[in-house]
Nanobody, 125 residues
Framework: QVQLVESGGGLLQAGGSLRLSCAAS????????MAWFRQAPGKEREFVAG????????FYSDSVKGRFTISRDNAKKTVWLQMNSLKPEDTAIYYC??????????????????WGQGTQVTVSS
């Protein structure tokens, strides 16, 4: 089992950068694919970025490709999401998730087993 705790959210202006962190506990962290999802008010939770257990493969939604970067350090049991050139439409609660299936673009939230509590990101215009 894996417990996940996100941090790093905040309020900032469009064009700015933010780095989210997801700290994991549990001995099996390194065996899980990891992902970031986000959920804006009134919308479904959507896939943002995913990374394989080894970190060798990464995947992004079209809306963030080229602006966001996902990375992980299995020794530190941490996953990061570096977000650059932020836009107001990036405003959402961002969730970290762990799953057994290989990550893929457009993954559904149901494909992931463990979730953090979320961290709010608000981008003003």
């Amino acid at each position: 089992q894996v417990q996940l705790v996100e941090s790093g959210g905040g309020l900032l202006q469009a064009g700015g950068s933010l780095r989210l962190s997801c700290a994991a506990s549990g001995r099996t962290f390194r065996t899980y694919a990891m992902a970031w999802f986000r959920q804006a008010p009134g919308k479904e939770r959507e896939f943002v970025a995913g990374i394989s257990w080894s970190g060798g493969s990464t995947f992004y939604s079209d809306s963030v490709k080229g602006r966001f970067t996902i990375s992980r350090d299995n020794a530190k049991k941490t996953v990061w999401l570096q977000m650059n050139s932020l836009k107001p439409e990036d405003t959402a609660i961002y969730y970290c998730a762990a799953g057994s299936a290989a990550p893929r673009p457009g993954a559904h939230a149901s494909e992931y087993l463990y979730w953090g509590q979320g961290t709010q990101v608000t981008v003003s215009s």
